[in-house]
């Protein structure tokens, strides 16, 4: 799993306070869902909430608003990343998924702080049997990840939630993207490289075509015997 929590990664966040100012009237309620989640022992204690979320906000600064589009978070979390980009972009809508129950809790409190209730929902549950769900999958113009699981299990579970023409966008911390996403796997997903962020560094993939039938696996197969 990427190491996202650690110093070295966050650091960039301070170089990235302009992001910020484009929040500038949710930046107070950020602040406090993110030292909260931090209270709560969602985030851990080495790390600084603003930087965090700055850093998240940055990425979707790089990448290309979905209007009106349907997106969802994988392995949310305390609501970094997912819930900052649907703060930096207020027509997207959105489903944020986790297994853990904390996770649902302080999510669907910081969506209320956030007055994006009519916009956003969490839903609960394994993200390898949500994503072939027959409500969930294929229905997605978007989908995020952060320090989610390893690139080829972050692949496979999103690409059962995107539509053809959506787009996975992954926070990178350390490593070889050439490595980390090789083209022929990924091909069987349907996805390819479209384009990757230096400043913060991140991956977004495209959906070019419909993944291959088995994909995605239940999540037990996914882990046996992961696509590469
Ligand atoms: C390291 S945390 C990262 C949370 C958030 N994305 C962030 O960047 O702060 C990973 C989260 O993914 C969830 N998770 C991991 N694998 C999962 C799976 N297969 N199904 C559902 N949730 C999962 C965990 O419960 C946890 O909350």
Same mark, same amino acid.
């Given at each position: 799993?990427?190491?996202?929590?650690? @110093?070295?990664? *966050?650091?960039?966040?301070?170089?990235? +306070?302009?992001? @910020?100012?484009? +929040?500038?009237?949710? =930046?107070?309620? #950020?602040?406090?869902?993110?030292?909260?989640?931090?209270?709560?022992?969602? #985030?851990?204690?080495? %790390?600084?909430? /603003?930087?965090?979320?700055?850093?998240?906000?940055?990425?979707?600064? =790089?990448?290309?608003?979905?209007?009106?589009?349907? *997106?969802?978070? +994988?392995? %949310?979390?305390?609501?970094?990343?997912?819930?900052?980009?649907?703060? *930096? $972009? &207020?027509?997207?809508?959105?489903?944020?998924?986790?297994?853990?129950?904390?996770?649902?809790?302080?999510?669907? $409190?910081?969506?209320? !702080?956030?007055?994006?209730?009519?916009?956003?929902?969490?839903?609960?549950?394994? !993200?390898?049997? +949500?994503?072939? @769900?027959?409500?969930?999958?294929?229905?997605?113009?978007?989908?995020?990840?952060?320090?989610?699981?390893?690139?080829?299990?972050?692949?496979? *579970?999103?690409?059962?939630?995107?539509?053809?023409?959506?787009? #996975? !966008? !992954?926070?990178?911390?350390?490593?070889?993207?050439?490595?980390? $996403? &090789?083209?022929?796997?990924?091909?069987? #997903? =349907?996805?390819?490289?479209?384009? %990757?962020?230096?400043?913060?560094?991140?991956?977004?993939?495209?959906?070019?075509? &419909?993944?291959?039938?088995?994909?995605? /696996?239940?999540?037990?197969?996914?882990? /046996?015997?992961?696509?590469?």
């Amino acid at each position: 799993m990427p190491s996202h929590g650690d @110093a070295s990664w *966050c650091a960039r966040g301070a170089e990235l +306070l302009a992001e @910020a100012d484009a +929040l500038a009237h949710l =930046g107070p309620r #950020l602040d406090q869902i993110f030292e909260r989640a931090q209270e709560k022992g969602l #985030l851990g204690r080495a %790390t600084v909430p /603003r930087r965090e979320w700055v850093h998240a906000a940055a990425i979707a600064g =790089g990448v290309a608003d979905p209007g009106e589009g349907r *997106c969802l978070d +994988l392995g %949310t979390g305390s609501g970094l990343f997912g819930l900052v980009m649907a703060a *930096c $972009w &207020p027509a997207t809508r959105w489903v944020f998924t986790d297994r853990r129950l904390r996770s649902e809790t302080f999510v669907s $409190w910081a969506i209320g !702080v956030l007055e994006m209730s009519a916009r956003a929902a969490f839903v609960r549950g394994e !993200v390898a049997a +949500l994503a072939r @769900a027959e409500a969930l999958t294929g229905r997605f113009d978007l989908v995020v990840a952060r320090a989610f699981a390893s690139p080829a299990v972050t692949a496979e *579970c999103a690409t059962g939630f995107l539509a053809v023409g959506g787009r #996975l !966008v !992954v926070s990178e911390g350390e490593g070889s993207l050439a490595d980390r $996403w &090789p083209a022929a796997p990924l091909r069987r #997903l =349907g996805l390819a490289v479209a384009a %990757t962020g230096a400043g913060p560094r991140f991956v977004e993939l495209a959906k070019v075509a &419909p993944q291959e039938s088995r994909f995605p /696996r239940r999540l037990a197969a996914l882990q /046996r015997v992961p696509l590469y």
